[in-house]
């Protein structure tokens, strides 16, 4: 029996293997929709749907992804420059055939020739030859390298901004960081952190999780802090393998104490590194629940989450505020007992997603590409021109029932309200409420955003809106609020 041929370097790309490809470059994320081509093979699904999901390839047209089609150099560098999310280019192309670039690949020409990821053949950057394997795996491997280029840098700014709290532990300093739920959630990624934590001679601590998933018990969470990266750049403590430890909270509303991991009586120093993102519960995620949670074993976890009523099973609990009163508590008892002078707080904005690093598959992050509101293609734009678009809010608990007038505040995008204004209007029941519109913006006035919402609602009255300009100040805002009463 004899084997079938392998390609040779020389052999051309399939579009196919380009997805594949790509997509390992990314980290093989998942995908939350399937793609619908009736030419696509399992072997490949996984990295076709998330290329298609990603914008990086389209179909070509009457439901095929094209399967087995060659892809010319001009094409990858198109898709190379989807992939890493429309970076700006700085200059034109320069390569002998720049005149016959096609419109659409002339951004990505230029991005890839300009940050030398593509180098051209002979001083041509040979636009419709088929990318052959081995120029697929040299232009990827220099694609990786620029952006690990890229982390560098952020790494090394991140000990610069801590340098400049001027705060010298003496003793053995915890580094408490979120290990992230597996398999995709947006931790701050060890290679970003390790210089921080080298230079503080810092020990990676987290607690066990207490709503299930892979960080739940001590075995498993280590082998989640290892997968991650973590015990590549620091020793890793599990504060709680051990048991618990309760420390007093003075005068506190919703708890007299709280649960930490045992362990963390043994650092008297501590670096509370946050990765900053929505949160399904809480809205948003920063310091507070890095600590509030992050620091509490599992039990104490669930003690801050039922607001001091309960230290097992569910951590879902009916009164929004008083379970963030008890968070804020939490840290409140923690800060006493560690003393303040022996806590910093640095908090990172990085992959920002609607959704926690508590969730395995968060919602992708906005890039700035998705943003680039002068780019009629960008994510934002095309939601912005599709009236029925509702884009997800990562809270949907507020309990607005105290309140008869709501301010209504928000950006405009493209001379309206954005489609995820529409959402919360929606999600509401505003009727007998006044709600007062008001925006920020470049120029443009407030327009019809304040109808728009109002045809949304019921039985609410609407009031005319405002509009200030992007950086204007709480005191004006205030002072025209209270000109409202
Ligand atoms: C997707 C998008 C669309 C936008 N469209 C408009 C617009 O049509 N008119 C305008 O004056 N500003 C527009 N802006 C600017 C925002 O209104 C402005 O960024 C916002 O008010 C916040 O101000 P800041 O950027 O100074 O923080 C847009 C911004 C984005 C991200």
Redesign the pocket.
Known sequence: MTSPALPSGRAATPREIIAESLWRANRSKTASARADFSDVSAANRAAIDWAVEAGVVNGMGGGKFGTGWNVSRQDFAVMLWRAAGKPPASGSVRFGDAAAIADYARDAAAWTEGSGIINGIGGSFELQSSVTRAQVAAILQRYLTKQEGEITLIAAGLVKVYEQLGWHPAGKVAVKVSTGEPPASNYLRAELIGDLVRSVSGTIVECNTAYGGSRAASAMHKQVAADHGFTAIADFDLMDEDGEASWPVTGGKRLDHILVGSHAENYPDWLILSHYKGHAMAGFGGAIKNVGIGASSSSGKVLVHSVGTRTSDSIMYSDQDAWLEALAEMVDGFVDHVGKEHIVYVNVMNRLSVDCDCDGRPAEPDSDAD???NDRE?R??RE?NDKSVRPGIASKTVDLSGYATIYVGF?????EE?RILDTFVESYDFSGKTMIPF??????GIGSSGRNMEQLTSGATWLDGRRF???VSVDELGAWADGLQ
């Open positions: 943003l680039n509101w960008s934002s734009t912005q950006p405009i995008w493209w001379g954005p925006c920020t913006s470049s120029s443009s300009g992007g950086s």
